[in-house]
């Protein structure tokens, strides 16, 4: 791992808090990309102050060689290298592995990890009891934390990750299960019976074969579907510490076991502040569509204080640019839309809300662009995926980058429990009071 420089050449290296009578300096530390962050480890014993940072909006939680944003200039990198350059031939697994491990796989480790994928992607079958103990009304994001934890119950030899071979049989493990965990989520809340992986199909092909085919009848998916299913995961892969990710990172500082970290991380992913925007974009771009609200009139009622509704889709806590993955994601919109020969209101009314949000004051103030949520329900619901799936389908996703930061954690030597620190504002000098003198 590339470590970070402390301080750099244009820049100083330490940065000093005066407060009272006392200063004190602390080093700065400068990323590979040149972001810097003082390291205020000292801060409490030298002063007795800590900082408060309400959503951590100013505060790194550790260093980390994974994913790298630049939220003005609109940049996502995986491990240095652009997303963009994954859109030619989107391959899901191979970013998987670069994000966990680092680099690219040679072939011979691409070919050892898609075996190892391969030979996973059944679940035993006493877990298809536990879904059947959920009721068909069950949120499918409840069902999918519920089921990783309950893998690990099949895993426990997975629990303590003593070296890199048990790690890649347990990322593999967690990878390809999860995938069939959401198909048989798919089937359980629809009434359908369940599809089995089919060893011969590649990993997005395998599950749109579990979700879709029936026992009759073997769904196919074509080509290009394929190609933007893998494009989509891949786009969902990681993106440094977000609200679901230092989730598994608080979880897994613990020392809590891979699944359980994971199973943390989706219930993270269900916020609609969160993973669960692509649904409230689609419940919005409907709302419109039904009538009633023009997306005029919608733009005007996200723009009212208090009103409780937000442009959903739009707005990020680090890019104050246009998020490139919604960039890529609107051309692949455009492309499914064609290949399956579609026309979809709702993707006219995405256009029209857009086109209204970037040339208004209000967004235009405030750095509000569409993010990674605004166009892939779209493409989601364009493939047949049902709008309550399609966080489960952020989850997939996402799930690359859960393992990548677990690990990357789980190997640090100087890694601590995660205890942030409070300011107390309750009350002050009580006593206890018996019953009978209240
Ligand atoms: C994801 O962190 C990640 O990396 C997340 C993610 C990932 O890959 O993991 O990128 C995935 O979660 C994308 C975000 C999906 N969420 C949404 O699309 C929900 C709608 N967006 C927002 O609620 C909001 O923009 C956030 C939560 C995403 C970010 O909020 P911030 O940075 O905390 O901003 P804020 O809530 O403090 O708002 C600042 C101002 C406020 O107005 P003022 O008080 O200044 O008058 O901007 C306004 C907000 O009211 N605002 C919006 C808005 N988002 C912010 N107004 C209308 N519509 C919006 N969408």
Same mark, same amino acid.
């Given at each position: 791992?590339?470590?970070?420089?402390?301080?750099?050449?244009?820049?100083?290296?330490?940065?000093?808090?005066?407060?009272?009578?006392?200063?004190?300096?602390?080093?700065?530390?400068?990323?590979?990309?040149?972001?810097?962050?003082?390291?205020?480890?000292?801060?409490?014993? *030298?002063?007795?102050?800590?900082?408060? *940072?309400?959503?951590?909006?100013?505060?790194?939680?550790?260093?980390?060689?994974?994913?790298?944003?630049?939220?003005?200039?609109?940049?996502?990198?995986?491990? %240095?290298?652009?997303?963009? #350059?994954?859109?030619?031939?989107? *391959?899901?697994? #191979?970013?998987?592995?670069?994000?966990?491990?680092? &680099?690219?796989?040679?072939?011979? #480790?691409?070919? $050892?990890?898609?075996? &190892?994928?391969?030979?996973?992607?059944?679940?035993?079958?006493?877990?298809?009891?536990? =879904?059947?103990? /959920?009721?068909?009304?069950?949120?499918?994001?409840?069902?999918?934390?519920?089921?990783?934890?309950?893998?690990?119950? =099949?895993?426990?030899?997975?629990?303590?990750?003593?070296?890199?071979?048990?790690?890649?049989?347990?990322?593999?493990?967690?990878?390809?299960?999860?995938?069939?965990?959401?198909?048989?989520?798919? $089937? &359980?809340?629809?009434?359908?019976?369940? @599809?089995?992986?089919?060893?011969?199909?590649?990993?997005?092909?395998?599950? !749109?074969?579990?979700?879709?085919?029936?026992?009759? *009848?073997?769904?196919?998916?074509?080509?290009?579907?394929?190609?933007?299913?893998?494009?989509?995961? @891949? +786009?969902?892969?990681?993106?440094?510490?977000?609200?679901?990710?230092?989730?598994?990172?608080?979880?897994?500082?613990?020392?809590?076991?891979? /699944?359980?970290?994971?199973?943390?991380?989706?219930?993270?992913?269900?916020?609609?502040?969160?993973?669960?925007?692509?649904?409230?974009? !689609?419940?919005?771009?409907?709302?419109?569509?039904?009538? %009633? +609200?023009?997306?005029?009139?919608?733009?005007?009622?996200?723009?009212?204080?208090?009103?409780?509704?937000?442009?959903?889709?739009?707005?990020? $806590?680090?890019?104050?640019?246009?998020?490139?993955?919604?960039?890529? !994601?609107?051309?692949?919109?455009?492309?499914?839309?064609?290949?399956?020969?579609?026309?979809?209101?709702?993707?006219? @009314?995405?256009?029209? +809300?857009?086109?209204?949000?970037?040339?208004?004051?209000?967004?235009?103030? &405030?750095?509000?662009?569409?993010?990674?949520?605004?166009?892939?329900?779209?493409?989601?619901?364009?493939?047949? @995926?049902?709008?309550?799936? =399609?966080?489960?389908?952020?989850?997939?996703?996402?799930?690359?980058?859960?393992?990548?930061?677990?690990?990357?954690?789980?190997?640090?030597?100087?890694?601590?429990?995660?205890?942030?620190?409070?300011?107390?504002? %309750?009350?002050?000098?009580?006593?206890?009071?018996?019953?009978?003198?209240?």
């Amino acid at each position: 791992m590339e470590t970070s420089k402390s301080g750099s050449s244009s820049f100083p290296a330490t940065a000093s808090i005066t407060y009272a009578d006392k200063t004190v300096t602390y080093p700065v530390i400068t990323g590979t990309e040149g972001e810097r962050g003082i390291d205020i480890s000292r801060l409490r014993s *030298d002063t007795g102050l800590i900082t408060v *940072d309400q959503g951590y909006g100013n505060t790194g939680s550790c260093q980390s060689a994974i994913t790298y944003i630049d939220g003005d200039q609109g940049i996502l990198r995986y491990r %240095g290298i652009p997303i963009e #350059e994954f859109a030619g031939n989107p *391959d899901f697994i #191979e970013v998987a592995w670069l994000l966990i491990f680092g &680099r690219l796989p040679t072939s011979t #480790e691409s070919t $050892r990890f898609r075996a &190892r994928l391969t030979a996973n992607a059944h679940l035993h079958e006493a877990m298809k009891h536990t =879904f059947e103990g /959920f009721p068909a009304s069950a949120p499918p994001m409840a069902i999918m934390s519920a089921m990783i934890n309950t893998l690990g119950c =099949f895993h426990p030899e997975m629990y303590l990750i003593k070296d890199e071979e048990i790690f890649e049989e347990a990322a593999a493990r967690l990878i390809s299960k999860i995938r069939t965990i959401a198909a048989f989520t798919y $089937r &359980r809340v629809n009434g359908l019976p369940y @599809i089995y992986p089919n060893p011969k199909l590649r990993y997005c092909d395998n599950l !749109l074969h579990m979700m879709f085919s029936m026992p009759y *009848d073997q769904r196919v998916a074509d080509p290009e579907i394929s190609l933007a299913m893998n494009l989509i995961f @891949i +786009l969902h892969a990681d993106h440094e510490q977000n609200c679901s990710t230092s989730t598994v990172r608080m979880v897994g500082s613990s020392k809590a076991n891979l /699944f359980a970290s994971c199973a943390a991380g989706v219930c993270a992913l269900w916020g609609p502040l969160h993973g669960g925007a692509n649904v409230e974009v !689609l419940e919005m771009l409907g709302q419109i569509h039904q009538g %009633g +609200l023009t997306a005029e009139k919608y733009i005007e009622m996200a723009k009212q204080k208090g009103s409780g509704t937000r442009l959903m889709g739009f707005g990020h $806590r680090v890019y104050k640019n246009y998020d490139p993955r919604a960039k890529m !994601l609107q051309s692949v919109c455009e492309k499914v839309l064609k290949k399956l020969n579609l026309r979809d209101p709702l993707l006219d @009314i995405a256009r029209k +809300l857009e086109e209204l949000a970037l040339k208004d004051q209000y967004f235009i103030e &405030r750095k509000l662009y569409p993010n990674v949520d605004f166009y892939s329900g779209l493409i989601m619901r364009a493939i047949g @995926i049902p709008t309550n799936m =399609f966080t489960v389908m952020f989850a997939i996703g996402r799930l690359p980058g859960w393992v990548a930061h677990w690990k990357e954690q789980h190997d640090d030597a100087n890694s601590k429990i995660a205890r942030p620190r409070q300011i107390y504002t %309750g009350p002050v000098n009580k006593h206890y009071v018996p019953m009978d003198s209240r």
